[in-house]
């Protein structure tokens, strides 16, 4: 196994400029104004990107784009699995540790995080604690209480953040709102999501922990990556990319793509926290996700709308076939529907182009004007919210997708407990399961806890 990291924390709070930027992390205060970097109209926006093998690495490259944008440092545990992207990029400076990047990097806007999920909410934090934009992959957190903190400390460093999830971007979200909106198919009760994964993505769901312990791959700091996961031996199972399937690293598909295919419900729903929750699924046991999941949510009524119960499907499990679905029409791999009083909604996965159910309502429909603002693209809004320093412009933004990935994670405690779990989001307590607490609120390893012991210590609206 590798040796610790060089910079502790006492060293990273020292040569950071986190003294001195008006925050205190106990109890994530500023002192009474934003701290986030300003980008000057004539300079380029630098952006450290984190996390640059895998996803990081085609989210590093849309950024890149944009000819106000420079790549101005990059990171990632894994050297040799990181060069075929890092190379793109010969004048910016490589580190393995994210720490010593945000140390010496003082020149830096923003970062753009794309590491497995256990490591988002850290990384996120310190680098929103010294003034930093965050551009960070989904899901957001790797806990519930890490979603809830990282929207914190977003909203009170004034920082601009957006969740790496494209589609809210898309037309297609914003058109199944206008239409729902109008009237479409009445009043909405209920919907159903899915997604096929985790399937061929990958194959660790339903697997316990490997007995073997063949060597760490020459430059991985295996240390490092594991970060706040209690230590382990390495294994090729976890990484790379084999992680989103252990509970300790990942969020399962759930991580993977409701924060896709289940978004428009909760951007149309306007849905906050479910009172309750049950799932059904394959054998689980307490190392990794079952390779499947059906998972029923509960909303309360809000506004003028009724409840809502809202079923997420998974590794390959499918809703109801809709009455009226031609039958020529498939439900494919991954998508959503409303039903409503007057009828159903149909769209592909990543908030795609919706369709009235039958055909045949769709051509007699009469579509309503377009009054939802578009987007110029989701990395671009984001670039331009950083710019403009106004964090509501990203609209996949912390303020958004931080309640979202909450409320989307309660889904996975029913697995967890195995019964209906009662939520009460004011407390963050599954009332009837108090021995859920470790999975809502997770241990860190020493060495390294959330930058500053930053932690709920006071009531979040």
């Known amino acids: 196994m590798h040796t610790p990291p060089t910079i ?25 104004r934003s701290i986030a970097r300003r980008i000057a109209p004539d300079e380029k926006m630098r952006i450290g990107c984190i996390g640059i ?31 075929k992207n890092s190379k793109k990029y010969p004048t910016a400076p490589f580190y393995s540790d994210y720490r010593e990047m945000l140390a010496k990097e003082k020149k830096l806007h923003a970062v753009m995080i794309a590491t497995p999920d256990h490591w988002h909410a850290p990384i996120s934090i310190a680098a929103m ?35 790496g999830q494209t589609g809210h971007a898309s037309e297609g979200l914003r058109l199944t709102k206008e239409w729902i909106d109008a009237g479409a198919i009445g009043a909405v009760s209920e919907v159903h999501a899915w997604s096929d994964r985790p399937g061929k993505f990958w194959r660790t769901q339903g697997q316990r922990r490997p007995t073997e312990t063949p060597p760490v791959p020459k430059g991985l700091d295996w240390n490092l990556w594991l970060g706040p996961a209690a230590e382990r031996p390495y294994h090729p199972d976890y990484c790379p990319r084999q992680w989103r399937g252990w509970i300790d690293f990942g969020c399962g598909a759930m991580g993977d793509m409701a924060v896709h295919n289940a978004n428009p419900a909760f951007y149309v729903l306007d849905l906050d ?23 029923t949510y509960n909303f309360p009524a809000k506004g003028r709308r009724g409840p809502i119960k809202m079923v997420w499907y998974d590794g390959g499990k499918l809703p109801p076939r809709p009455a ?24 592909p996965g990543w908030s795609g182009p919706p369709r009235l159910v039958p055909e045949s309502k769709m051509a007699a429909f009469e579509r309503p004007a ?63 399961a108090p021995e859920l607490a470790r999975f809502i609120r997770k241990p860190y390893r020493r060495g390294f806890e959330l930058q500053g012991g930053v932690s709920l210590t006071r009531p979040v609206a």
């Open 129 to 163: 604690s010294l003034g930093l934009h965050v551009y960070c992959e989904k899901p957001l957190a790797h806990t519930i209480e890490e979603a809830r903190l990282m929207g914190r400390v977003a909203r009170e460093t004034g920082v601009v953040t957006q969740m």
């Open 324 to 347: 009226g679905l031609e039958a020529e029409r498939a439900l494919g791999d991954n998508g959503i529907y409303f039903v409503g009083t007057k009828g159903l909604l149909l769209a």
């Open 370 to 432: 377009k009054t939802i603002p578009r987007s110029v693209g989701h990395h671009r809004e984001w670039v331009d919210a950083c710019r403009a320093g106004r964090p509501e412009d990203a609209k996949a933004g912390f303020w958004y997708s931080a309640p979202f990935t909450e409320a989307l994670l309660v889904g996975l405690l029913p697995i967890y407990a195995g019964k209906r779990i009662q939520w009460d989001a004011r407390t963050m307590t599954a009332t009837n």
């Open 53 to 83: 093998g895998g996803q990081g690495g085609g989210v590093t490259a849309e950024l890149a784009k944009f000819a106000d944008v420079e790549i101005a440092a990059l990171c990632d545990v894994d050297p040799a699995y990181a060069l």
């Open 273 to 295: 926290a479910p009172d309750w929750v049950e799932a059904e699924t394959a054998p689980t046991n307490a190392d990794t996700f079952p390779t499947w999941s059906i998972i």
């Open 8 to 32: 502790n924390r006492r060293t990273f709070l020292e040569k950071s400029s986190l003294a001195t930027a008006g925050l205190w992390l106990g109890g994530c205060v500023t002192a009474g």
